[in-house]
């Protein structure tokens, strides 16, 4: 496994993350356990979750999965998504970072978390207050380093400006969506990053489990697929005739190589600049062990190239 430096910072955090949002959904405890450990005993140190994941059986089930391994996982979560009724249960306001996180801690059976990040940017609190809740965070021991998710390239540079003012902790991280269908945090979202160092944790890098190939035109899906659990909302979203054109494309490109589509599309993406690591999900042990495979392919330039020219499409 490749450790790299979560942007400008000493962590260091394995290019596959393993994403947990299906715990305590799709996913029950004794086969999530089973999930991170065969996660962490494949090299995988970075583990994501956020406390709105399952309404917080996932930060639950990870807790009971890193009892004995602690130290060994580079334990990332967020807040920010409603987490009851009240006005104060969301958002980054300096009240609810401050009770989202000991709730968070309680569910982890953890008195440190390595990674807090601020699910989505919050437009009804001063950016000010919210980098001050997570300085203070940091100071206390409770987080180690911060981070935020889905944010504009403006608000991640406005953000840290502001820490800096203040010579508080920076985000050393963002966590947006990527894959070869949704390529759009290229044109700013990466530029700003790498000027301010700020790396990547992509999420849906297989884009829901479409680039393992599983699911194929005009075919009904797996039956214990995520396309079969959601029905048509994950067909609206996913299976439609511009990304089945890419799927066919990317497969011959995947034969030629002698590699599967999972390992070209996740060694393709664990490349691309700015791109620190890959969050990818499992919902049984097996497809971790065989996902972690891309972590050994070192893709030759001219497939790089094809499937970044094949993927441009999807960069607007
Ligand atoms: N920050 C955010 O706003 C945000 C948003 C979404 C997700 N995330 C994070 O990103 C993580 C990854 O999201 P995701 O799990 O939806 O991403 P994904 O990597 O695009 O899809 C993974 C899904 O594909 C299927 N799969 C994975 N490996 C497979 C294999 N080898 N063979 C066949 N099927 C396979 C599994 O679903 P089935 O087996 O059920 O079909 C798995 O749950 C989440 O868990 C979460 O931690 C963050």
């Not at 950016?127 to 809740?133: D, G, K, S």
């Not at 965070?137 to 390239?153: H, Q, T």
């Not at 945090?185 to 680039?211: K, M, R, S």
Request: charged share 25%; with cysteine.
């Amino acid at each position: 496994m490749e450790y790299r430096n979560l942007g400008r910072s000493g962590l260091k955090v394995s290019k596959m993350a393993l994403g947990t949002n299906a715990f305590g959904t799709r996913t029950d405890e004794a086969t999530a356990i089973r999930i991170v450990h065969a996660a962490l005993d494949a090299g995988i140190n970075l583990i994501d979750t956020a406390d709105m994941y399952g309404q917080g059986e996932s930060e639950r089930m990870i807790g009971l999965a890193l009892k004995d391994r602690r130290s060994r996982a580079v334990l990332a979560t967020k807040c920010w998504y409603p987490t009851g009724d009240g006005p104060n249960d969301r958002g980054a306001s300096r009240k609810h970072i401050m009770d989202a996180v000991d709730a968070s801690l309680r569910r982890l059976q953890t008195d440190y978390i390595d990674l807090y990040q601020i699910h989505r940017w919050d437009g009804d609190t001063p950016i000010e207050e919210t980098m001050r809740a997570l300085e203070d965070l940091v100071r206390a021991g409770k987080v180690r380093y911060i981070g935020c998710s889905n944010f504009a390239a403006w608000q991640i540079v406005m953000a840290n400006a502001v820490a800096d003012r203040h010579g508080w902790s920076r985000f050393i991280s963002n966590q947006p969506e990527y894959s070869p269908v949704s390529r759009q945090i290229e044109q700013e979202v990466i530029p700003a990053c790498l000027a301010d160092g700020v790396g990547q944790i992509v999420y849906f890098p297989l884009a829901g489990g479409l680039f393992t190939g599983k699911y194929r035109r005009g075919e009904a899906p797996p039956p214990d697929s995520r396309a079969a659990k959601q029905g048509p909302r994950f067909a609206e979203r996913w299976l439609t005739p511009a990304h089945f054109d890419l799927v066919e494309a990317m497969e011959h490109v995947a034969r030629e190589a002698g590699l599967t589509l999972t390992q070209l599309t996740l060694a393709w993406v664990m490349a691309r600049p700015g791109v620190t690591a890959a969050i990818v999900g499992a919902s049984r042990p097996e497809q971790v062990a065989e996902n972690v495979s891309a972590c050994e392919v070192q893709l030759p330039q001219e497939v790089m190239d094809r499937v970044t020219a094949l993927s441009e499409p999807f960069t607007r």
